[in-house]
């Protein structure tokens, strides 16, 4: 029988012979244990037959609880013969005495049930009819009461087609001129049922523990998610490893998740739940993964004064130091060389994957002793590695990294470098400066050509003048007659 159901046949009831609270009271002596209305009851189930379940009240007393009660979402009993269950005392109809577990509310039809389900706190079932200005609307037999929208629901929500034409337990606030002015709650008895679930997750819950939930809401800084009786927040360190996810696209409102509970603080009721600890941790294969003297690529994620973080894959990053970011040239700030978003390449000096930490250097470790520096006027081969707003750095052949400042690249000023030489574009360079203390080359584009030119020059000079000398000895007479008198070359 559904709560439609009951709520009808009770309003039909109306010329049954029925017992009321007041007669209850007049009768309770002879009630074991002189029940009250209101008063918790702890018995055993003797039965369940029908729509009831049958309790034992000491002798051959039995009390009745209506099976709906007992249900859980998939239409199942909870309790069986034999079970204890905690119930109360909520009214002495048609002989039997009825028991509630104050989660449905008692079926109430004249105002003197209403009066003495007030003054025992009892919840009582109403048909929310209409919306009235203000509030609801809610029917409890021939009494008209009123539910205010802040206590319809525990978020006062104001979407009449939820509620109208439900059957609600309702739990009575106010009882004035003899009935003419009721006012009733819900939300009160959805808190109390809130607080007691509560208590139970208290002893239920421990930090570690996966629970499942449903995403009430998403926010910039995270997402609330609803366990049961309390929300959960999984802040946006514990989404996912790709931290360059947004939360609206790694869930949507409604969607049912399973997380781990992380973090558990009774004393501010927050629970703390982590959706990135039910996936694989990169940094379990991270030390064999990322090897030492090993180069590795990665977007740059955020700058510090003390060095830059490389995203290398969703959950890793490693730690550029700022003394090893400049290839060779002291810089103040990171943003001196990089920028947020750009694609680097970068060398493995450490990794610490118990402490989820690897230590990168943009130059790679060679051995001091095996460095040579190029000489002042070499002409050296390289490629661009990186396009900054004052010049290009270039990865030359031999390993080694030099600067091509904006003024000795031979372009217009204001030419947009980046587009012109992409990352990877072939360049000559001449070495215009050595400093072997700190490893620094400067480099020059232009400076390759006129050198280039002056050497043709030179060449060209160099050819003519052998010309000229062969052109004039071959071609003199008085030589090749002091030769022939000297017998050095024959005559035919």
């Given at each position: 029988?559904?709560?439609q159901n ?7 009831s ?11 009271f007049?009768?309770?002596?002879n009630l ?22 049958y309790?034992d ?9 209506e ?17 204890e ?6 009214s ?11 989660t ?5 039809v004249h ?63 106010e ?23 509560k208590?139970k ?7 570690g ?10 926010h910039?800084?995270?997402i ?7 929300d ?8 996912e490893?790709?931290?360059t ?39 379990t ?10 180069p590795v690529?990665?977007?740059?994620v ?22 090893k970011?400049?290839a ?13 978003g750009q ?37 050296l ?8 707003p004052?010049?290009?750095f270039?990865?030359?052949n031999?390993g ?17 470098h ?14 215009t ?8 080359i400067s ?9 280039s ?7 060209y ?19 090749l ?12």
């Amino acid at each position: 029988m559904d709560e439609q159901n009951v709520y009808e046949d009770n309003l039909n009831s109306n010329n049954e012979t029925e017992e009321n609270f007041e007669t209850l009271f007049k009768e309770s002596s002879n009630l074991p244990g002189k029940l009250e209305p209101g008063q918790k009851v702890k018995s055993i189930v003797v039965g369940i037959s029908g729509d009831l379940i049958y309790i034992d009240l000491g002798g051959k007393t039995e009390g009745v609880v209506e099976l709906k009660e007992f249900l859980d979402e998939a239409g199942e009993c909870r309790v069986k013969t034999g079970d204890e269950i905690e119930v109360f005392f909520a009214s002495f109809q048609n002989g039997l005495k009825r028991f509630t577990t104050l989660t449905r509310g008692l079926s109430a039809v004249h105002l003197s049930d209403l009066r003495n389900a007030f003054e025992a706190g009892l919840p009582v079932s109403g048909k929310v009819k209409a919306e009235l200005k203000g509030g609801y609307d809610v029917s409890m037999g021939k009494a008209r009461c009123f539910c205010p929208f802040s206590q319809i629901d525990v978020r006062g929500n104001r979407e009449t087609s939820t509620y109208i034409g439900e059957i609600f337990p309702f739990k009575i606030l106010e009882f004035e001129d003899n009935g003419r002015n009721i006012i009733v709650s819900r939300r009160v008895l959805l808190e109390e049922e809130q607080a007691l679930q509560k208590e139970k997750l208290k002893e239920a819950l421990k930090t570690g523990m996966e629970v499942k939930g449903k995403v009430k809401s998403i926010h910039d800084f995270g997402i609330f998610v609803d366990i049961g009786s309390m929300d959960g927040f999984i802040p946006l360190s514990e989404l996912e490893w790709d931290r360059t996810k947004k939360p609206e696209d790694v869930l949507s409102p409604g969607q049912e998740v399973t997380v781990k509970i992380i973090s558990l603080d009774w004393a501010k009721d927050r629970l703390t739940l982590s959706l990135k600890a039910m996936q694989p941790d990169p940094w379990t294969m991270a030390a064999e993964k990322y090897i030492v003297d090993s180069p590795v690529k990665g977007v740059v994620v955020r700058m510090t004064p003390f060095g830059v973080f490389v995203n290398l894959e969703p959950g890793i990053d490693g730690l550029i130091h700022i003394s090893k970011l400049g290839a060779g040239r002291r810089i103040k700030h990171p943003k001196e060389v990089v920028e947020d978003g750009q694609w680097i390449e970068a060398y493995v000096t450490g990794v610490d994957a118990a402490n989820k930490r690897i230590s990168l250097s943009k130059e790679q470790n060679v051995n001091p002793e095996k460095i040579e520096l190029p000489s002042e006027g070499d002409i050296l081969e390289g490629v661009v590695d990186n396009v900054m707003p004052y010049g290009i750095f270039l990865k030359l052949n031999n390993g080694l990294s030099g600067l091509v400042p904006n003024a000795e690249m031979g372009t217009p000023k204001g030419t947009n470098h980046n587009r012109m030489f992409p990352v990877g574009t072939a360049m000559t360079v001449i070495v215009t400066k050595v400093d072997p203390g700190s490893g620094k080359i400067s480099l020059s584009k232009n400076l390759v050509g006129e050198k280039s030119a002056h050497a043709d020059f030179t060449k060209y000079k160099e050819q003519v003048k052998n010309e000229e000398k062969s052109a004039s000895g071959l071609g003199s007479f008085g030589e090749l007659l002091q030769v022939k008198l000297k017998g050095k070359i024959p005559f035919h």
